[in-house]
């Protein structure tokens, strides 16, 4: 079970940035995906989730807006795409895998290595 985030980088705030997380294709199969961060001495936070059909998504407040969660399913590939960021969204970002829909990250069983998002004020 494989998940390989990328896309993060360094942004001005107000700026944009398109995060991907590629998969194998068991977890594209049959797995729903969130995406999660984690800035330095804080706690990890839920962002969005997407359902396998890609019919269900979810956002955490402090993103909803400004942030959509997309999936292709063709390409094994989910995506962050992140709008008007601001300087409090610099942080490490994952993307997860999970058989159930979820929105805590203590219920998903599978991670990727995340990618740093800082944002300059």
């Known amino acids: 079970v494989q998940l390989q985030a990328s896309g993060g980088g360094l942004v001005q705030a107000g700026g944009s940035l398109r995060l991907s997380c590629a998969a194998s294709?068991?977890?594209?199969?049959?797995?729903?995906l969130g995406w999660f961060r984690q800035a330095p001495g804080k706690e990890r936070e839920f962002v969005a989730a997407i359902s396998w059909s890609g019919g269900t998504i979810s956002y955490g407040d402090s993103v909803k807006g400004r942030f959509t969660i997309s999936r292709d399913n063709a390409q094994n590939t989910v995506y962050l795409q992140m709008t008007s960021l601001k300087p409090e969204d610099t942080a490490v970002y994952y993307c997860a895998a999970n058989r159930i829909y979820q929105i805590r990250a203590a219920s998903y069983a599978y991670w990727g290595q995340g990618t740093q998002v800082t944002v300059s004020s």
């Open positions: 294709e068991l977890i594209f199969s049959n797995h729903h």
